[in-house]
């Protein structure tokens, strides 16, 4: 079966940025109609989507983020990766990744997720 696993640091600095990895295995991140997101949770705050990449390499972010995320991918190791630049504190939250089966920009439509990751981002 598919799984998703996210990695990188768990402790940021404030205004560095933050780069985080989700390797797939047990299928392709080429697999049509997969969308691959990166979705995050404040402590005490919803969900909240921030982006993803879809099987053909198109990408696509949350507005209010747009300027400093960027996400991108490699298709021989089967990862895609997150970076999120001038981090300030409201960017501490457990970070996941997840797969859809096309864009969705509600978390809730994922069907599939990694375990989550903590990122702390320090002053």
């Known amino acids: 079966q598919v799984q998703l696993v996210e990695s990188g640091p768990g402790l940021v600095k404030a205004s560095q940025t933050l780069s985080l990895t989700c390797t797939v295995s047990g299928g392709s991140l080429t697999a049509y109609p997969y969308y691959w997101a990166w979705i995050r949770q404040p402590p005490g705050q919803d969900l909240e989507w921030m982006g993803g990449?879809?099987?053909?390499?198109?990408?696509a972010y949350s507005p209010p983020l747009r300027s400093r995320t960027s996400i991108s991918r490699d298709t021989s190791k089967n990862q895609f990766t997150l970076r999120l630049s001038s981090v300030t504190a409201e960017a501490t939250a457990i970070y996941y990744c997840?797969?859809?089966?096309?864009?969705?920009?509600?978390?809730?439509?994922?069907?599939?997720w990694g375990q989550g990751t903590q990122v702390t981002v320090s002053s």
């Open positions: 997840a797969r859809a089966d096309g864009l969705r920009t509600l978390p809730h439509d994922y069907s599939l």
């Open positions: 990449t879809r099987y053909d390499g198109d990408t």
